[in-house]
T-cell receptor, first 111, second 116 residues
Framework: GQQLNQSPQSMFIQEGEDVSMNCTSS?????WLWYKQDPGEGPVLLIA?????ELTSNGRLTAQFGITRKDSFLNISASIPSDVGIYFC???????????FGTGTLLAVQP | SAVISQKPSRDICQRGTSLTIQCQVD?????MFWYRQQPGQSLTLIAT?????????ESGFVIDKFPISRPNLTFSTLTVSNMSPEDSSIYLC?????????????FGPGTRLLVL
């Protein structure tokens, strides 16, 4: 099925570093969602964005809905070991209004 | 958020057999979906589970292979029929719930299926 372009594919960082990942699409979306998936679990919603230009924070996480409505980024500040996991962006909109997922970013944090 | 449970959480099955996965939500929801996540991959929508009518399948997925039931607004099942090793995946139930004035999509814990 259709997927969003998400980058980077993986990141290996030291504890305390900041992290940034982004998603881009050729299509316009009305909603951008960011999920985290721990090993052996289902995706957990981190942040939901509903308006172009919207900047939303959830603790050390900050995400923005791009002005063009075709992109979004997620920042994690001062990473900790429990941030390890796979992060997925997801966009929703268009004729079908179905959720389209990014390819995922694997984050590894070394203590 | 939504409390979504799935049964079984994992299973190992023989090729040619079928497995039915259950999804239970803590309160009534209008929209329920089934997704597949193949090893190391992202999530792909299988179908929308419609209450009182046949599920709506995405391209590449058919009812004979993935029959879905939705008898009420809190429960759905997905059957993986005549399994082959290529069906080894995580199968995820998902629902849409209101969040303020918007709607947001939540996922269950997934069912890990290994077909030998």
């Amino acid at each position: 099925g259709q997927q969003l372009n998400q980058s980077p594919q993986s990141m290996f960082i030291q504890e305390g570093e900041d992290v940034s990942m982004n998603c881009t699409s050729s299509s316009i979306f009305n909603t951008w969602l960011w999920y985290k998936q721990d090993p052996g679990e289902g995706p957990v919603l981190l942040i939901a964005l509903y308006k172009a230009g919207e900047l939303t924070s959830n603790g050390r996480l900050t995400a923005q809905f791009g002005i063009t409505r075709k992109d979004s980024f997620l920042n994690i500040s001062a990473s900790i070991p429990s941030d390890v996991g796979i992060y997925f962006c997801a966009g929703q909109g268009g004729a079908t209004n179905k959720l389209i997922f990014g390819t995922g970013t694997l984050l590894a944090v070394q203590p | 958020s939504a409390v979504i449970s799935q049964k079984p959480s994992r299973d190992i099955c023989q090729r040619g057999t079928s497995l039915t996965i259950q999804c239970q939500v803590d309160s009534q929801v209008t929209m329920m979906f089934w997704y597949r996540q193949q090893p190391g991959q992202s999530l792909t929508l299988i179908a929308t589970a419609n209450q009182g009518s046949e599920a709506t399948y995405e391209s590449g997925f058919v009812i004979d292979k993935f029959p879905i039931s939705r008898p009420n607004l809190t429960f759905s099942t997905l059957t993986v029929s005549n399994m082959s090793p290529e069906d080894s995946s995580i199968y995820l139930c998902s629902v849409v719930r209101p969040q303020g004035f918007q709607e947001t999509q939540y996922f269950g814990p997934g069912t890990r299926l290994l077909v030998l």
